[in-house]
């Protein structure tokens, strides 16, 4: 598993789950049904005091979990591409909540990804 912190661009559905992204200028689509759990930001390294009423997003990350597959490029309603013997890469992403911007967090699949 690797560590990141990278920008990526997610377009997510009306229930505010995430179905597509475009990370380091490739589009994925989201092949599974996508986790979601919160982990706790340690506020107190980065900043010296949390804002007083600043709440939400200052004690925790909102985190999904997605497996993705390449975007068909041609047809945005076409089918993901699914090359022989393609498997879903699994990332853990981040959504900021007050500025809405989502970062990459750790690639699960980081091994069988580069040497693809």
């Given at each position: 598993m690797g560590m990141?912190?990278?920008?990526?661009?997610?377009?997510?559905?009306?229930a505010g789950q995430p179905e597509s992204l475009t990370w380091a200028g490739a589009s994925y689509t989201?092949?599974?049904?996508?986790l979601r759990?919160?982990?706790?930001?340690?506020?107190?390294?980065?900043?010296?005091?949390?804002p007083l009423?600043?709440?939400q997003g200052v004690v925790?990350?909102?985190?999904w979990r997605v497996q993705v597959l390449p975007s068909r490029a041609t047809s945005r309603s076409a089918a993901p591409e699914e090359p022989a013997g393609a498997e879903p890469l699994t990332l853990d992403l981040t959504r900021h909540l007050r500025s809405?911007?989502?970062r990459l967090l750790r690639i699960h699949d980081?091994?069988?990804h580069r040497t693809a």
């Open positions: 990141f912190s990278e920008s990526v661009d997610v377009v997510c559905n009306e989201v092949c599974a049904e996508p759990w919160y982990e706790r930001r340690q506020w107190w390294a980065e900043d010296s005091r949390a009423g600043s709440g925790d990350h909102e985190i809405n911007r989502w980081a091994l069988r």
